[in-house]
């Protein structure tokens, strides 16, 4: 069981925009930066966003974070079929000596 | 352009130890985290610990003892052993950077290709 709660599946259509969900604690989400993460089959995970917000150089503004208290969610703009993919959010957590914990994922499908 | 490029053991029999390396080419090994992460087959990732260029670690509690996490400085290498493996250690395990941003993990901004590890009789 991940220490971050993500629904598991999600699915829009092209152009649709859609929201994924992050929920965690104050020792984590609520007190430390949010990352998300895109998952393609087959591939490492690829860092999307960083510190709640920010968009690595190269990711496309359809994507973008916010966090308020101990949830986050990640938007998608714009859905295209190449956004079909896992997708994971991840934070420090300050509980247990600190430790760096992910969300279970949510495999997003394009219809 | 900072890269990782990880190496080590694919396949193992149950006890063995799982060995595994990640060299990281460009940028600075000094002011970042340098983390294992495993995703088991069809699962999720699960943080395994990180490292910093002084040697100073940190664990996740579900597998400190079994995990040791070590730095080569000198060569901008790091490494995991993994002890007594079973099957349920078997899964994809990747290095990544974990960028430090004043004082604080940030996110894993550098992945390396992953190693796709078996423990099988």
């Known amino acids: 069981q991940s220490v971050l709660t993500q629904p598991p599946s999600a699915s829009g259509t092209p152009g649709q925009k859609i929201t994924l969900s992050c929920s965690g604690s104050?020792?984590?989400?609520?007190?430390?930066?949010v990352s998300w993460y895109q998952q393609l089959p087959g591939t490492a995970p690829k860092l999307l966003i960083y510190?709640?917000?920010q968009r690595p150089s190269g990711v496309p503004d359809r994507f973008s974070g916010s966090k308020s208290g101990t949830s986050a969610s990640l938007a998608i703009s714009g859905l295209r079929f190449e956004d079909e993919a896992d997708y994971y959010c991840?934070?420090?957590?300050?509980?247990?000596?600190?430790?760096?914990?992910f969300g279970g994922g949510t495999k997003l499908t394009v219809l | 352009q900072v890269q990782v490029q990880q190496w080590g053991a694919g396949l193992l029999k149950p006890s063995e130890t799982l060995s595994l390396t990640c060299a990281v080419y460009?940028?600075?090994?000094?002011?970042?985290?340098w983390s294992w992460i495993r995703q088991p087959p069809g699962k999720g990732l699960e943080w395994i610990g990180d490292?910093?260029?002084?040697?100073?670690?940190k664990y996740n509690p579900s597998l400190k003892s079994r995990v040791t996490i070590s730095v080569d400085a000198s060569k901008s290498q790091f490494s995991l052993k993994v002890n007594s493996v079973t099957a349920a250690d078997t899964g994809v395990f990747y290095c990544?950077?974990?960028?430090?941003?004043?004082?604080?993990?940030?996110?894993?901004?550098?992945w390396g290709q992953g190693t796709r590890v078996t423990v099988s009789s």
């Open positions: 990544a950077r974990l960028k430090r941003y004043s004082r604080a993990r940030d996110s894993l901004d550098v």
């Open positions: 460009g940028g600075s090994f000094s002011d970042h985290f």
């Open positions: 490292i910093n260029q002084g040697g100073v670690t």
């Open positions: 104050r020792s984590n989400i609520g007190s430390n930066y």
């Open positions: 510190r709640n917000y």
């Open positions: 991840a934070s420090w957590d300050d509980s247990l000596s600190g430790r760096w914990v």
